[in-house]
């Protein structure tokens, strides 16, 4: 199958997909050069010096050769003619209200919700086309047994932080399926120094169902992701921005799982705001075995009572 196919799919599900991805380790600026890699991700919101809406979230990535024999990997759209990578990530994210010490639902504000997940991906990349296609499959869980308190009470105990006490009020045990493609275009590159993508993403299923369109820049000593026949310089150091529109159709963290609907607080769908702006940026240095990253996000409100909302993280990896 080749490129212009998934392109057309995609072109038919954007529109028909009515929140963003908070954890994304698939885009091409954060690409790593090997097909053995593990990669640990932290989030948190007190990077932005705050302690609400997405609050935390941790992944943790194995890539390698023997993961093609996963059988879920009959799922993905694997083009013709392309360098593919298999992998698996455990991922788990929580949210809060903005009083964290308040034991009663806070009504107009985000409800408590956590969600932990095992992601089956492929990578595939042509060289020809300087394009980037990923597939993505999401099992797992929301609610209680995402042990989103049991992490939070943990950490702040441990910090001397305000003990969270609105977790009894959380989104109630509901199943995890989402399905996810990635197309991603190299626009321009400059030599190792500055490079422009454009990318497009949709997710449908029963934690996000949305669609996003945006661009991002890279700029500082920096190899391809999507050539192997450049000079591949053993350092990088390289700054980047990412700018995304997305398009919302259901958010299980605000409004409750697709088919548990006994949830004590959830956000009505008329409420939801269905056109958001993210903004990430931040910088990477990456040697021939090592990687580090530090993260920022800027994301503009979820729903009508909503505010913005500003997370900060950390990524380290290593080849193998």
């Known amino acids: 199958m080749k490129y212009n196919l998934f392109s057309f799919v995609l072109f038919l599900l954007i529109p028909s997909i009515l929140s963003a991805q908070k954890i994304d380790n698939l885009v091409s600026f954060r690409d790593i050069a090997s097909d053995s890699y593990f990669r640990f991700n932290y989030d948190n919101d007190y990077f932005s010096g705050t302690d609400e809406n997405y609050t935390q979230g941790y992944s943790l990535e194995l890539v390698a050769p023997f993961l093609e024999k ?32 308040s034991p009663e639902i806070q009504f107009g504000d985000r409800p408590f919700a956590a969600a932990i997940m095992l992601k089956s991906f492929a990578i595939t990349t042509d060289t020809l086309a300087r394009s980037r296609l ?33 977790w009894r009020n959380q989104i109630r045990n509901d199943v995890v399926i989402n399905y996810e493609l990635a ?9 190792d120094y500055v490079s422009l993508q454009s990318n497009s993403t949709a997710r449908v299923g029963t934690l996000f169902t949305n669609a996003s369109i945006g661009l991002n820049t890279n700029i500082g000593l920096i190899n ?19 700018v995304l529109g997305n398009l919302i159709g259901y958010d299980a963290t605000l409004q409750g799982g697709v088919f548990n609907k006994d949830s004590p607080y959830t ?7 269905r056109l958001t702006g993210q903004f990430n940026y931040g910088f990477i240095l990456k040697t021939r075995t090592l990687y580090f990253e530090y993260s920022r996000t800027v994301l503009t409100r979820e729903f009508d009572a909503g505010s913005p909302t500003k997370w900060g993280g950390i990524k380290i990896g290593f080849t193998f």
């Open 267 to 273: 956000i009505p769908a008329e409420e939801i705001t």
């Open 183 to 191: 197309y991603e275009k190299q626009l321009f590159r400059a030599g």
């Open 224 to 242: 391809s992701a999507f050539s192997v026949n450049n000079r591949k310089s053993k350092f990088q150091l390289y700054g980047y921005s990412q």
């Open 70 to 101: 996963n059988p879920v990997n009959y799922l993905f759209l694997i083009p013709e003619n392309s360098k593919v990578k298999y992998g698996l990530t455990i991922e788990h994210i929580g949210f809060t209200a903005p009083n964290i010490g």
């Open 134 to 166: 990923t597939s993505s499959l999401n099992l797992g869980l929301i609610g209680p047994g995402a042990f989103g308190k049991e992490m939070q009470v943990g950490i702040h105990e441990i910090t001397g932080n305000t003990i969270p006490q609105g």
